[in-house]
């Protein structure tokens, strides 16, 4: 089971790659953190008997980006803690990477990303939560991404979902036919600004 997820994660290898290359991470190092990612991976299911799957045989692949994100911000916080030596700066040349064209998958996966992470509703995280304060706009989009959470990140069956919250089954599935069209603005907004740039 353990080498059937790790292989259909490796599917997207390069993808993780450039989601790793997004945080200023070199080339080389990517590989690197991709790889401990890998590890990491395969250490959770073991220990934790982890599913990381949802909807049966799909990939949670929000699980991968945090991962990925943890791994670089850890590199980051030891790489603070190292002293450098001054050397001749002339014989060193600093080399420019060129922009390269970043796959579909990433951009669509950039963009749930985006869309969930929402700063508003992070800062809504914080602290004690009371639901009674929220604006109804506030409120709505709390709701969407506590659905989202539960759905597409925990891997809640909907049906069971309804059941256990007391939701509507039909207006479960109305909700997210909402996220995925708002999903769909963040991708396409994000294509707008990149062909005007």
Do not use: P
């Given at each position: 089971m353990k080498n059937c997820v790790l292989s259909k994660i490796h599917e997207n290898h390069n993808i993780?790659?450039?989601?790793?290359?997004?945080?200023?991470?070199?080339?080389?190092t990517a590989k690197d953190v991709v790889s401990e990612m890998y590890i990491n991976v395969q250490t959770h299911?073991?220990?934790?008997?982890?599913?990381?799957?949802?909807?049966?045989?799909?990939?949670?692949?929000?699980?991968?980006?945090?991962?990925?994100?943890n791994l670089v911000y850890d590199l980051k916080r030891k790489e603070k803690k190292v002293k450098y030596i001054d050397i001749d700066s002339k014989k060193l040349q600093t080399e420019t990477e060129e922009y390269i064209e970043t796959p579909d998958g990433y951009e669509k996966l950039k963009s749930i990303i985006d869309w969930y992470e929402n700063p508003e509703y992070?800062?809504?995280?914080?602290?004690?939560?009371?639901?009674?304060?929220?604006?109804?706009?506030?409120?709505?989009?709390?709701?969407l991404r506590r659905i989202f959470k539960e759905v597409f990140i925990d891997g809640k069956k909907?049906?069971?979902?309804?059941?256990?919250t007391?939701?509507?089954?039909?207006?479960?599935?109305?909700?997210?036919?909402?996220?995925?069209?708002?999903?769909k603005?963040?991708?396409k907004n994000?294509?707008?600004t990149r062909d005007n740039i």
């Open positions: 993780w790659l450039d989601i790793v290359q997004s945080f200023n991470v070199n080339k080389e299911i073991q220990k934790k008997g982890a599913d990381i799957y949802y909807n049966g045989d799909e990939i949670n692949y929000y699980f991968i980006y945090i991962c990925l994100r992070l800062e809504m995280l914080k602290g004690d939560t009371y639901l009674e304060d929220f604006t109804s706009d506030k409120m709505h989009l709390y709701y909907l049906a069971k979902f309804s059941r256990e007391k939701i509507g089954y039909w207006s479960l599935r109305n909700t997210l036919k909402t996220i995925k069209n708002q999903i603005n963040e991708y994000r294509h707008d």
